[in-house]
């Protein structure tokens, strides 16, 4: 039996991760689904983990399709009705890699204080939901962050940088910090006409060039 952990980086399977390791030792298989658009701070904190678990992460991909293959398969940006970025790039290539390495049993980080979610791989994928077991909510998740030292590390930004979730002064950030990705998402909108942002969301700008405007003229956010 394979022990997979899926680890996206951020602070439920980083603690996941180190808790098993700590409370259920045995010999665990790591992987994580790259889309391609994760900031550069998120690739470093991978290696990192790598260091801290003495393991190398598998880099899990759809070899058919990238994300801008999507883009333009779709003609469109994914969005909350539309994310077909999430079970292309990481839901569906992760059960296939399941399958090709079973049998295995996949640990994933939901937490005793979220919704059931045990259906997201199918009946394809055995999991374990450690978290449950233990009755751990995110008070405990991130007690156990501060035991191990490595709380104020774990990157903002987990995901896509260019992720139609993301709040506006996530936007804002990537806007000052990474120019060049900012650019690109205009791009993106420019290329397929649609936009990362919902119009109705709030008062500000939809297409991400006329939010960049607005930045600049230093309005509060």
Not at 87 to 115: C, F, M
């Amino acid at each position: 039996m394979r022990h997979v952990v899926g680890l996206s980086g951020g602070k439920d399977s980083t603690c996941l991760a180190l808790a098993l390791n700590e409370f259920e030792p045995r010999e665990y298989t790591y992987i994580c689904t790259p889309t391609g658009h994760e900031l550069p701070e998120m690739h470093a904190w991978w290696e990192f983990l790598e260091g801290m678990l003495k393991k190398k992460i598998i880099r899990i991909t759809n070899k058919d399709r990238t994300l801008e293959d999507l883009v333009q398969i779709h003609n469109a940006l994914p969005n909350h009705r539309q994310r077909w970025c999430t079970r292309q790039l990481k839901i569906e290539p992760t059960i296939a890699w399941i399958v090709r390495n079973s049998p295995a049993t996949l640990y994933v980080g939901l937490r005793a204080d979220e919704d059931e979610r045990e259906g997201i791989y199918g009946d394809l994928v055995k999991s374990d939901f450690p978290f449950k077991r233990w009755g751990w909510g995110i008070e405990d998740v991130y007690a156990y962050l501060d035991h191990r030292g490595i709380k104020p590390l774990i990157p903002a930004r987990t995901d896509c940088y260019d992720c139609y979730a993301q709040r506006l002064v996530e936007w804002k950030r990537l806007w000052e910090n990474h120019p060049e990705l900012y650019e690109a998402a205009c791009r993106r909108e420019d290329a397929t006409g649609h936009t990362y942002r919902s119009p109705s969301r709030d008062t500000w700008p939809a297409r991400l060039r006329d939010l960049a405007r607005e930045f600049a003229s230093g309005r509060p956010l």
